[in-house]
Nanobody
Framework: QVHLSESGGGLVQSGGSLRLSCAASGIPFSNPGLGWFRQAPGKEREFVACISGSGAITYYADSVKGRFTIFRYKAKNTMFLQMDNLRPEDTAVYFC?????????????????WGQGTHVTVSS
């Protein structure tokens, strides 16, 4: 049984930083593609960032490019999202997800497993 668990969310002032973590267990194959998505109140879940199984390829949403960094420690099946220069519009529940394959993908329907989410609130 695949299990993903996020941590690291919280309340931060505009311009501040947070680092989200995602720990994965029960993964059916080595080094799957992983991604971060977020969902703000009243809005649909949206792509934030993703990373390939090798860690060599990453993609970001335009809204976070240059402020967020995704990386992973393959040996520990752990993924991170370093979020800097946070803005009030980054406020959302952040979810980590495991892709069906090893590629980095922005497509939400290519992710089979999801964590429960961690709340991020950015005050102005």
């Amino acid at each position: 049984q695949v299990h993903l668990s996020e941590s690291g969310g919280g309340l931060v002032q505009s311009g501040g930083s947070l680092r989200l973590s995602c720990a994965a267990s029960g993964i059916p194959f080595s080094n799957p593609g992983l991604g971060w998505f977020r969902q703000a109140p009243g809005k649909e879940r949206e792509f934030v960032a993703c990373i390939s199984g090798s860690g060599a390829i990453t993609y970001y949403a335009d809204s976070v490019k240059g402020r967020f960094t995704i990386f992973r420690y393959k040996a520990k099946n752990t993924m991170f999202l370093q979020m800097d220069n946070l803005r009030p519009e980054d406020t959302a529940v952040y979810f980590c997800a495991q892709a069906r394959g090893m590629i980095a993908t922005r497509q939400i329907n290519e992710y089979d497993y999801w964590g429960q989410g961690t709340h991020v609130t950015v005050s102005s």
